[in-house]
């Protein structure tokens, strides 16, 4: 899972989740959204939802985590600006 997040304005943005193919319907997706919502508590978030897997995808975890994952923008400036940081990824093993 690719996102960024701006500890300052507490929001985060979600590029993509990834789950190799033969791992997929493993709760591997929910377990990468757990643990990002554990390391950074009481963001708000907002995604980019590129494909209709990715949108399906919010929306069940919006209901499973009852935080909302809202396909927009940005949420601050930081996460918008050109020297914004490089995309940072959560990896899930098992
Ligand atoms: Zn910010």
Redesign the pocket.
Known sequence: MRFRE?P??R?GRVLDVWVDEGWQHQGLGHALIDTLLERHPGHRWSTTRKTRRGRVFFAVMAGATAVAFPQRGPL????AGRLAHAWRRVTAMR
């Open positions: 701006c300052r304005c929001t601050c400036v930081h996460l």
